[in-house]
């Protein structure tokens, strides 16, 4: 006789592994916000050049799009996850725009309109670090 797991189980299994999903897609964005602050420290300390700082940017930037659209293209398994995935999802959407943002503003030749940033990427880095213990 095969058992199969029963709904609360199944549920719960499928919870865990959109918990998982979450806590590596906050870890890697967070790890773009992590290098765009250090970007724009270098810049408050005058150790970087424009093209290095630009790739950087555009780099974190490119990444953080793209754990945005993969994790967007994971359904939560169950109605009870919906709630997890559109905080993640707010969360990550907004690493997304800080990135955006200071990248435009290096390739217009306003690098020094970065360093205020840096209070504003500790807190996205915070935010994002509310997700790590659900895996």
Known sequence: MVRRPSRASATGTGYARCQRVATVAARAADSTVNIAE???ELVRDHKTLTTELQVSLQQAYSDASSTLSGFD???PPHRSD???Q???DSALSAAVTLLLEMRVRA???RETELVPLIPQLRAMSVRLKLFEPLA
């Open 107 to 109: 390739g217009q030749g």
């Open 86 to 88: 559109q905080r993640l």
């Open 73 to 75: 293209a994971v359904l």
């Open 82 to 84: 919906v709630a997890l």
């Open 38 to 40: 250090l970007d724009a």
